[in-house]
């Protein structure tokens, strides 16, 4: 049963940080590239980051790009978000995936990121 469980959410103020993870479980996670992306209600989900299966350089969305870290830890069946100088346009339900179940519209429940003071 694959399942795709998304943490690290919260409150925080423009400018602060968080650091999401998402735990993969039920399919060989080392095996396949992994995404972050965020969707905002009433609007199309954005990728925002995604990386490899291993080695190679992870990607980014302009949006993010010197602000935001992807990494994983294919031990733990483990993907990271690290989110420095947060804005309030970062708000957004956050989720990971990967094209395997994305393409079936299979997700997590996600996490939600408000940015506010």
């Known amino acids: 049963q694959v399942q795709l469980v998304e943490s690290g959410g919260g409150l925080v103020q423009p400018g602060g940080s968080l650091r999401l993870s998402c735990v993969a479980s039920g399919f060989t996670f080392s095996r396949y590239i992994m995404y972050w992306y965020r969707q905002v209600p009433g609007k199309e989900r954005e990728l925002v980051a995604s990386i490899p299966a291993t080695g190679g350089s992870p990607n980014y969305a302009d949006s993010v790009k010197g602000r935001f870290t992807i990494s994983r830890d294919n031990a733990q069946n483990t993907v990271y978000l690290q989110m420095n100088s947060l804005k309030p346009e970062d708000t957004a339900v956050y989720y990971c995936?990967?094209?395997?179940?994305?393409?079936?519209?299979?997700w997590g429940q996600g996490t939600q990121v408000t940015v506010s003071s």
């Open positions: 995936n990967t094209p395997i179940y994305s393409r079936v519209d299979f």
